[in-house]
């Protein structure tokens, strides 16, 4: 029986962008599944660049290529550079929770935070979209994926935007704990 699959679906900050893949947060994610005793296989569909739009078009095609049991959802900062409107990024990702859940797999939801230069006006809203969206749709959030990174220089590569290979072990540090009790209860449920 192949093992499950945990759908990591996100942007540049989950493809490794910038650094050798393997140092990036999700291939720390699998070792420590192995060296934890989690049967899980990680697949990692992200793509830099990728707005909530594009994960929404692209979505449906890899639930359907990898039946997860778990999706790591990391989209909207490529939304909020962009300027988007905040209501399109509510939408998207509530209709890509949606679909996930609709597949049978759970969801985590990973939230973003946008640049103070940004503005209240935008970052605030933003920043609230995860709130509302968790609420709404009934999923664990991990409120900003770049929590004690994005404000290290010495964490951030030189466009500091994308945490660097020191940064990434921080990053699986920031989804840990609302993926634990994820991975409990889906193992030992039955497929």
């Known amino acids: 029986m192949p093992a499950p699959v945990i759908l990591v679906f996100g942007d540049s900050l989950s493809a490794g962008y910038g650094i050798n893949v393997d140092q990036g947060w999700v291939s720390l994610l699998s070792g420590r599944l192995r060296t934890e005793g989690y049967g899980f296989e990680v697949v990692n569909a992200s793509v830099s660049g990728e707005t909530s739009a594009g994960g929404l078009g692209r979505l449906p095609r890899a639930l359907a290529a990898h039946h997860p049991r778990i999706v790591l959802l990391e989209l909207g900062a490529n939304d909020g550079l962009r300027g988007l409107p905040v209501a399109?990024?509510?939408?998207?990702?509530?209709?890509?929770?949606?679909?996930?859940?609709?597949?049978?797999?759970?969801?985590?939801?990973?939230?973003?935070?946008?640049?103070?230069?940004?503005?209240?006006?935008?970052?605030?809203?933003?920043?609230?979209?995860?709130?509302?969206?968790?609420?709404?749709?009934?999923?664990?959030?991990?409120?900003?994926?770049?929590?004690?990174?994005?404000?290290?220089?010495?964490?951030?590569?030189?466009d500091g935007l994308h945490p660097n290979e020191r940064g990434q072990p921080l990053l699986l540090e920031n989804v840990w704990p609302k993926l634990q009790p994820l991975l409990r209860s889906t193992s030992l449920s039955s497929p």
């Open 88 to 158: 399109g990024l509510r939408t998207n990702l509530q209709q890509m929770i949606g679909l996930a859940q609709n597949a049978g797999a759970r969801v985590l939801l990973i939230g973003i935070r946008m640049p103070p230069n940004y503005g209240e006006h935008y970052t605030v809203p933003f920043a609230k979209v995860y709130d509302t969206v968790a609420e709404e749709t009934h999923v664990p959030l991990v409120p900003f994926l770049m929590d004690k990174v994005a404000d290290k220089p010495e964490l951030m590569q030189a």
